[in-house]
């Protein structure tokens, strides 16, 4: 019984200390998770990918061959749809909760989204000046710009 009692007392302290450091050190919300990459598109400004996913968005350095979080919060995570223009904004399509489209631009930390009311954003294509998405809406599905 002494030994059990020692094991628990000993389980305890790792787990505070191990809590203790995770508080300190290390947030979970700063890091995005690669779960089901969904879009990979070249972003000429950081010579990197840009990769949307249902956990966020991330950036691959393909020199050095290491992954990178972008420090823009967005609103929605779960990504199905990217989309780099012609001046260097990230488009994001959104697959759950709601279709939004959030635009992000890396070099100035501006971030902007558009609900349209849609459920899911499949594609989003940049073409001169403009921005087509197709999205799903309950029965519906179309093309907006």
Known sequence: MRLINNYFIIIIFISFTMSETINKGFSWSQHTSIISPKYISYYEPSNSYVIASS?????F????????D????????DLLSLEVDQYNNIWLGGNNPI???????????DYWERDFGFD???????????VFCVYKSESEHGLVH
């Open 55 to 59: 956990g966020g968005l991330s950036l």
């Open 70 to 77: 972008i420090n823009i919060e967005l609103e929605y995570f």
């Open 120 to 130: 899911k954003v499949y594609l989003i294509k940049a073409i001169g000046n403009y």
């Open 61 to 68: 350095n393909d020199i050095e061959s290491i992954f990178s």
């Open 99 to 109: 279709g939004i489209i959030q635009i992000v631009n890396l070099e100035s930390s």
